[in-house]
């Protein structure tokens, strides 16, 4: 019988069963991933199996992310009496076909597996190299599968890591002497394919309870086995006033809880990684996960198993990285750099080589009496103390930025990301096309937030281009090409018609670019004033809102299950639907990125999304239709028109294009009258 590609659904149970016996029979080389993982690859489209007279002989798992267009290689298995048969690359040419609008293919394999040729002969080529964090600290190759899309974007994407503590069952599972029972689904941490997605960490608790170890042998290698981690070293007043609060709660939220050492011993797991900045902590101990609800309402740690790292690391790497939430309602103030004020700065901000303290203040007193009108902007946190700083300028038609510092912080990430957005709209509104930022050594999350956002390197600084067109492949390649040739460097070109997946990196990295004749599908969604209010200060509130950095970059809103053809990505265009009388209030006010749409249950939807803020668990249930789902939109990069499209002069538009417009749900627009209204709501005149 001929062999057939197959791409696994989640009822196909018995294909999944028989993928994961083949895997089975390679963990040595593969790397352990549990039945679970297998069974979310297949319900996200990531499970091709070749199959022959319903046997399985080979399959691809790979990840499909989210936030990423590349599709991340898990494992490549052949039954090794199979191979020979060009099994391997039916495979991967089966998942370039199936996906043909990601940017590429990322795998990760170790280095004395030998299998260079191998690769090199499905296409793929070499890209960089880590070391594993398994015992004997293998090295990774890294390797890139390229699918034909312009070069520009491949740069574009990254996995930053998501850190997580582990309780001493985990870390026992994976670097004791003694196999423990059921250490398996620990060691899936450590397979090879996730080495630059998680680094694992640990706090003074785990310590504590490796010294009362008995065993002198096993003491001593786990105290060793210690340095492979990340230490942690949270504040330790603040640990105790945590575990305090955690007791509390924890004590009203299980009445029949025995208050012991043992459930101490959980708690101060819970509050150190709190109180070191971090939201994941991984255990298998069946008591912390009972209190994982009591770490997440007062720590904001999520509690869970190694198994729910593997197989959610994206999620869970998004929701630490970035916590917009954390921001809402805080009380984040900007202002002007005073003179005489720059040596106040030097404690909060990083400064390496040739960038001492004293450097530091002179760059910044050299900005206050220069020729050339900088702003020196600085943030501040509720407590007054400076969390971000930068200065920018207008040269011509470039925005100039010699400091961009963000502060050790919390939330320094997340201020890094509303940072380098708010660097972008200044840029747009000052009428620049180039981004500089020319500090010489910017802080480490503000470089990765740069890097995600478009920006490359070029004669010592970061660069970003500013396309300010609404318009065709051809007529923002135009513009892109016109400023790209006037840095001397190359550019991609754009074609009509390109993917989805491909046209949003485009619209990110030349952002506010908009691409209106690629793939990329365009929606119309009728908002409420008062989540409007919420998300976007309009209709502006009474109340005094902080727009220090804009809009946070990301949220969710809710609605009805009811499917009306979304995809993902997409734009979409918000309309108040709402005003105190006819017509009044009834406006389209900006547009955003889509990028997801999950249909679930309210309570599943809030867990996943709580760290994006404005809604809670009552307004997510209240979202839901009589099914008992609900549908959750996380959207980014929002832009709040200068001149918003009333709905007189969004009928009459639509009129003019001989257009179908629905304002009654959520509803698919032509790309062509998203252009008209996008380009109406930045009119000036």
Known sequence: MAIKLVSVSP????????????????????????????????????????????????????????????????????????????LARRLVEGIKERYPQRLGVKAKCRRDYNLSGMWRSLGFVPDGEIRGRGRDGEILDGWWLDLGHPDLFTEME???LLVVTVDHGVFADLRGITD???????????????????????????????????????????????????????????????????????????????????????????????CAGLQVLATRDPMLSRLADVAWEVARVRVVSPATVTLHVDELRQAQVYRPADLMGTEFRSGEVT????????????????????????????????????????????????????????????????VLRTASHSLEATLARQLLFRVK???????????????????????SAARDDGFFPHNGELTALLVNVCGTAAEVEAVAGRLARGLTVDTAELQ?????????????????????????????????????????????????????????????????SGRRGES????????????????EGQMVVGSSRLDEVLVDTPDTLFSAFEHLGVYGRVEVQEAADASG?????????????????????????????????SLISLSKISNELFQTVYQEGHRTT
């Open 158 to 160: 990254s996995d930053a």
């Open 629 to 661: 789902r609900a549908m959750a939109l996380r959207f980014s990069d929002t832009e709040i028109f200068p001149k918003p499209v009333t709905l007189r002069r969004l009928t009459s538009l639509r009129k003019e294009l001989g257009l179908p417009l």
């Open 180 to 274: 423990t029972a059921d250490a398996e689904e620990s060691r899936a941490l450590e397979a090879g394919w996730m080495a630059d997605l998680i680094e694992l960490a640990y706090t003074p608790q785990l310590v504590h309870q490796i010294r009362d170890l008995t065993d002198t042998s096993e003491r001593q290698h786990q105290r060793a086995a210690l340095s492979s981690l990340r230490k942690l070293s949270p504040d330790l007043a603040a640990v105790d006033e945590r575990c305090r609060q955690l007791l509390q709660a924890a004590t009203r939220a299980i009445p029949d809880l025995a208050v012991d050492a043992e459930l101490r011993l959980h708690l101060q797991y819970v509050a150190e990684t709190s």
């Open 568 to 583: 993902v990505p997409a734009r979409l265009l918000w309309y108040v639907s709402e005003g105190n009388s006819p017509g």
């Open 496 to 560: 009509a018609g390109m993917s989805a997946e491909v046209a949003a990196v485009v619209e990110r990295v030349w952002w506010p670019a908009k691409i209106i004749d690629s793939d990329l599908p365009s929606f119309l969604v009728p908002i409420k004033p008062r989540w409007s209010t919420e998300l976007f200060n309009v209709p502006a509130t009474l109340i005094p809102r902080s727009d220090v950095l804009g809009i946070s970059r990301e949220h969710v809103y809710y609605r009805s």
């Open 339 to 402: 003179p005489g004020a720059e040596e106040e700065l030097v404690a909060f901000f990083h400064q390496s080589g040739d960038d001492d303290s004293s450097a530091f203040a002179e760059r910044l007193r050299s900005l206050n009496g220069d020729a050339i009108a900088w702003r020196r902007e600085l943030l501040r946190d509720s407590q007054g103390r400076p969390v971000a700083l930068y200065a920018w300028a207008l040269d011509g038609r470039t925005l100039v930025v010699p």
């Open 425 to 447: 709209q200044l840029g747009r509104d000052c009428g620049a096309e180039i981004i500089r930022i020319a500090d010489p050594h910017p802080s480490e999350p503000a470089k």
């Open 11 to 86: 009822v196909q149970e018995e294909l999944i069963s028989r993928a994961i016996a083949l895997g089975d029979r390679y963990t040595k080389t593969l790397g352990l991933l549990t039945p679970p993982a297998y069974e979310k690859a297949a319900e996200d489209g990531g499970l091709l199996t070749a199959v022959e007279a319903g046997e399985v002989l080979g399959y691809a798992l790979f990840g499909l992310p989210k936030r990423s267009a590349r599709i991340r290689l898990a494992h490549l298995c052949v039954a090794e009496e199979q191979r020979g048969r060009g």
